[in-house]
């Protein structure tokens, strides 16, 4: 996870920070998504940037590992590459990438399979109902 953080960082100029990352069941992250975004299900992940400072920064990530057991059988590989994605994905959003618009999405989208590359991963995105 570590390094996968690292690596999206970088891949948005980041270059120093402490970044946290908490894994949590289906109902932690349902209560989180509910109160800081006001969304009122559980999701596969959640970022948090607590301050920015150049290339510098402060954040967390919380990644459902009940929602990446349930999802990765659909993609074809474990819960532990399927967290993996996530916790990339909320890294490359701590990294200043979005993903709300199309464009915005495929560069995302393009980050997180370069990311994950390193790993030997290539995920599937066909088939996905998130932002993911």
């Known amino acids: 996870m570590r390094l996968g953080v690292k690596a999206a960082l970088a891949l948005g100029g980041v270059d120093d920070g402490v970044v946290s990352v908490a894994l949590v069941d289906d109902p932690t992250i349902h209560e989180m998504n509910a109160r800081h975004l006001q969304h009122d299900y559980p999701t596969d992940v959640l970022s ?35 967290l993996l994605l996530y916790v990339v994905h909320g890294a490359l959003h701590l990294a200043g990438f979005d993903d709300l618009t199309p464009t915005k999405r495929k560069t995302m989208r393009a980050a ?9 991963l290539n995920p599937s995105y066909e088939h996905r ?3 993911l």
């Open 48 to 82: 948090f940037l607590i301050e920015q400072d150049g290339n510098r920064i402060e954040g967390d990530i919380v990644a459902s590992v009940d929602t990446a057991a349930r999802e990765a059988p659909k993609y074809g590989w474990s819960a532990e590459d399927e």
């Open 129 to 131: 109902a998130s932002n």
């Open 112 to 120: 997180e399979c370069q990311v994950l590359a390193q790993f030997g």
